[in-house]
């Protein structure tokens, strides 16, 4: 399993990935997971260019201070504009509001444009802050700290255990297509093909839930009574307070903002 949810995406085989400490790594779990999702609200709730494009620059200074790998992080963002930009060439065409263009008989309102940036910048600074903050926690710790915000057990468990095991289903899924292509194997445009598939999800299901059977089968042995213990070390200290102090008033300006 990957040391840290931000290197999730690179690989799922369980190598290790330099990750240099930083100051966001010293923050208290649960305070990152609250400050994160309070400026993701208040981010997400603005409608306001001048807010918007300070929540971006917010996010990049602390993709800085988290060290995300630059490769990496800007990977991630290039692949989410990759999906928004149809969001900007497909909003100024269905929104109402004053022409701004035509092309090829089809009227683009300035306001749909205007609205697709608004959402462009909303992302880019929810997943830089995400990725800044929760995405360099490792996955059991942001359990654990879930778990120690109150949130429901079977969510908590349900991530834990969605983290932890998609490496095996992904090692079943490539064990299974090695052996169609030993049988010789081909993708192609028929219902062999698409009937093949259908047979190799569904196996793939149904090997998920013997596995899962024995898994619980196995935790019960070990007295498994649907919870799991926390640790006790999730404390704040004085560079959590310091940020605290520095994030919360920035939050309130932020939100000030909108009324400006």
């Known amino acids: 399993m990957p040391q840290f949810l931000e290197h999730s995406g690179t690989s799922w085989k ?3 990935v330099k990750h240099d400490q930083s100051l966001i790594d010293r923050l208290d779990p649960r305070l990152r997971v609250v400050l994160v999702t309070l400026f993701a609200f208040a981010t997400v709730l603005s409608h306001n260019f001048i807010v918007l494009t300070v929540a971006v620059i917010a996010g990049f200074l602390l993709a800085i201070l988290a060290q995300l790998n630059v490769k990496r992080t800007l ?11 149809f969001l900007i060439i497909l909003l100024p065409f269905t929104t109402p509001g004053e022409t701004w263009f035509t092309l090829f008989g089809l009227s683009a309102s300035k306001d749909g444009f205007l609205h697709a940036l608004m959402i462009l910048l909303k ?13 360099t926690i490792s996955a059991t710790t942001l359990g654990h700290a879930l778990a120690h915000l109150r949130v429901p057990d079977k969510l ?6 969605t983290v932890r095991y998609l490496e095996v ?22 219902m062999h093909t698409w009937r093949s ?7 793939l299901l149904v090997h998920s839930l013997e596995r899962s059977e024995r898994i619980m089968d196995a935790m019960k042995c070990r007295g498994y009574k649907g919870q799991f213990y926390l640790f ?29």
């Open 14 to 16: 369980g190598q290790k």
């Open 75 to 85: 990977r991630r963002v290039i692949a989410m504009d990759m999906f928004m930009i």
């Open 123 to 135: 992302a880019h600074a929810v997943v830089l802050s995400l990725l800044a903050l929760v995405g």
């Open 156 to 161: 908590v468990h349900l991530m834990l255990f």
């Open 169 to 190: 289903i992904g090692q079943e899924y490539k064990r299974m297509r090695r052996a169609m292509q030993a049988r010789a194997f081909v993708l192609r445009t028929d």
């Open 197 to 203: 598939i259908g047979y190799l999800i569904g196996m």
């Open 232 to 260: 006790d070390d999730m404390r704040m200290g004085r560079e959590d307070y310091r940020f605290i102090a520095i994030f919360v008033p920035f939050l309130c300006i932020l939100t000030g903002l909108n009324f400006i």
